[in-house]
């Protein structure tokens, strides 16, 4: 880990240390809406967390809170934040998906056929569940009541459980016809498509975010 982001992390952990209940949790919940950025930079994330963290703590030593310092709406301004904070470096964010590529890699080389519909379809559902997962916490970071930060949290595990059914049901109705023996042949080309894809689509995000 870089000695800054380190650095940092440990400054912004005392900072906490010191704050008053009702501003630690408005804190946190600002800290983990932009912990689920995972395209952003995360030296960028710290420094940013680190300077709130100080704001909020000179503000309580002036006898306000950090709801009337930054205002009564920590996900807008949470959102303002992310809005303006640099994203990875390409190769780092290709590297946040090295796991499901490592996934299908493995299937392509070790399988002696595969199904395209259902091999495709569950890196869909993996997907899938990941989002889901990033959209209700970021909902229920603001949320104060715990049992209601609860009751995403079984949201979340139900709704997944509901898309794994809808994929098996899925692979059920897979035709034959999308079989393809000795899928090794097309691993190479399937990991050149799935590259070339994530640079159109992190060159298409670059331009239209340069003209917002």
Do not use: H
Request: net charge positive; charged share 25%.
């Amino acid at each position: 880990m870089d000695k800054n982001l380190q650095d940092l992390k440990r400054k912004t952990e005392e900072l906490e240390m010191g704050l008053s209940y009702e501003n630690l949790l408005y804190f946190n919940a600002i800290k983990g809406y932009l912990k689920l950025l995972s395209t952003k930079d995360e030296l960028a994330i710290a420094e940013i967390l680190y300077s709130i963290g100080s704001d909020i703590k000179e503000a309580q030593n002036n006898g306000q809170t950090a709801e009337e310092y930054f205002g009564s709406q920590p996900e807008e301004y949470a959102k303002e934040i992310a809005r303006e904070l640099p994203n990875k470096k390409r190769f780092n964010m290709l590297l946040g998906f090295a796991p499901i590529f490592a996934y299908l890699i493995g299937v392509l080389l070790t399988s002696k056929e595969i199904n395209l519909l259902d091999f495709f379809g569950f890196a869909l559902l993996l997907l899938c569940i990941f989002l889901l997962y990033k959209f209700i916490f970021k909902k229920a970071i603001f949320l104060k009541k715990g049992k209601l930060i609860f009751l995403a949290i079984i949201l979340w595990i139900v709704l997944s459980f509901v898309l794994l059914f809808i994929y098996i049901w899925f692979t059920k109705l897979t035709p034959d016809i999308w079989v393809i023996k000795n899928p090794k042949s097309i691993s190479i080309y399937l990991i050149i498509t799935i590259f070339i894809v994530y640079l159109v689509w992190g060159c298409f995000k670059d331009y239209k975010r340069k003209w917002k």
